[in-house]
């Protein structure tokens, strides 16, 4: 087996097992169960906020230290948060104990860009897609068998709630053990470069003819270009650290990004829409228990599941559509399907059935990944080579900040401090409200669009 397939297999079984956590459709139910003193409105207001706020405090942190400490070690780190987050949620009862865990998984949660940067300081550019797609698969495939593992046992009554976070607990143990495993990386996108490259790094291929090769970037706006020499397809200089080249590099990246207008479109929408989405996945639990209280929420595991297969198949379908191709109808798309997943998130704050709220779900959830797909697709068309996860992580931060003040002001005491029902209105508005602005948008194009018609054909009848 070829080294770069054994390394992108080896990290697919890693992420597999981190995200195999059978416990988390119901969580909610185990924390305001009996097995803590805790009510499900003390969940919501006191517990999950801290989560938001600790991936919020940590993420800018996260992804520096990720590139400077290239990658392995934040990936161990990122499987020991788990197990110490899944301990505390199995054998602490307190709410400041809970708290605690919250920040562990503030942690566990911002260390996963570690996980998507890793192979690609591990492979080939032309590697990329590939790598990407197996990445991407584990997540889905540790998700998807999470939830139908979840609903099967607690289905048949085999398990209740606390033996699914055992499961859990035990999936990062596991997670850690293949950690270990990993090779080490040599260099980093920013702070870690052959020291032959001034500001973007060449890759040498290994497998080069017996011969010099020169290797030129071409440049873009925002970044510069360099060539380097190869000898034999090893590159002679290991690569060393340097704080300067680092700054410059991420400036130019950003710089690079945020003057482009199709970036910037798109990102808002990225950001806004991630803060929404986050939050209904994170509260829907506390609606579908306040539908039907006596229910428990019993069907969780299988919604979840059903949700990652279908939201699999239509970010696929955003991928054969190539919906990124047809520019003239972007913001049509952005407009229409944030008016859908405002109106399933309304519909189910308004329901009496905890059904139609699991297919209002699972609906919001197709459109999400279809459109969130495509905005991957489209600012990463428009973005320089090799800044696409700083410019991403930074439309997450955005995303986090955004969230922090709906959390703050929707779900604490500190804001309204509104019940799930009410939460998951204003949710609706909230999407809504973005449908109406891109609408808006699409109108004042047309409008503008006529008016320089309008101006040509005048000049063109006075010429």
């Known amino acids: 087996m070829q080294a770069w397939l054994r390394i992108s297999l080896l990290l697919w079984v890693f992420g597999f097992f981190r995200e195999f956590r059978p416990s988390e459709p119901f969580v909610t139910e185990y924390l305001s169960g009996p097995w803590h003193n805790i009510t499900a409105e003390q969940v919501n207001k006191e517990i999950y906020p801290f989560g938001t706020y600790a991936v919020l405090a940590q993420l800018a942190v996260i992804f520096l230290i990720t590139d400077i400490l290239r990658y392995k070690p934040i990936i161990i780190l990122s499987a020991c948060t788990g197990i110490i987050l899944f301990a505390i949620l199995l ?160 400036i130019n990246h950003i710089v690079s990004a945020y003057t482009n207008r199709t970036v910037i479109r798109w990102s808002f929408w990225w950001a806004l829409a991630t803060c929404g989405q986050v939050q209904v996945i994170c509260y829907v639990q506390f609606l579908w228990k306040d539908i039907e209280p006596s229910n428990e929420s019993f069907y969780n595991g299988g919604v979840e599941a059903i949700v990652t297969l279908l939201g699999a198949g239509s970010a696929m379908l955003a991928g054969i559509a190539k919906t990124s191709h047809h520019k003239k109808w972007h913001m049509w798309i952005l407009t229409v399907c944030s008016l859908f997943m405002g109106v399933f998130t309304i519909v189910s704050s308004l329901t009496n059935s905890v059904w139609i709220a699991y297919v209002m779900y699972i609906l919001f959830g197709v459109f999400y990944f279809f459109i969130i797909t495509t905005a991957s697709a489209i600012v990463a ?81 006075q010429e």
């Open 381 to 461: 068309e428009n973005l320089s080579e090799d800044s696409f996860g700083l410019i991403f992580g930074i439309n997450t931060l955005v995303a986090l900040v955004l969230q922090t003040i709906l959390t703050v002001v929707v779900v604490t005491d500190a804001g309204f401090g509104l019940q799930p029902r009410e939460q998951f209105f204003v949710y609706g508005c909230y999407f809504i409200v973005l449908a109406i602005m891109y609408f808006g948008a699409v109108i004042i194009r047309f409008i503008l669009n006529k008016l320089q018609c309008c101006d040509n054909g005048n000049s063109a009848i």
């Open 91 to 250: 054998w602490t009862n307190l709410i400041w104990e809970l708290q605690i865990g919250q920040v562990f998984y503030g942690t566990f949660m911002a260390t996963e860009v570690a996980y998507y940067t890793y192979i690609y300081a591990k492979v080939d550019k032309e590697r990329y897609q590939i790598v990407t797609g197996h990445t991407r698969s584990a997540i889905l495939c540790g998700k998807f068998l999470g939830g139908v593992f979840a609903q099967v046992f607690v289905s048949t009554e085999l398990m209740d709630y606390k033996d699914l976070h055992y499961v859990s607990f035990g999936s990062q143990i596991i997670s850690l053990c293949i950690a270990l495993l990993l090779p080490p990386v040599r260099k980093s996108l920013y702070f870690y470069t052959d020291s032959g490259s001034e500001l973007l790094d060449v890759t040498a291929k290994n497998n080069a003819e017996d011969q010099n090769v020169q290797t030129e970037v071409p440049p873009t706006k925002g970044t510069i270009s360099v060539s380097t020499s190869v000898s034999n397809g090893i590159s002679t200089m290991s690569p060393r650290f340097s704080w300067t080249r680092a700054y410059e590099l991420l």
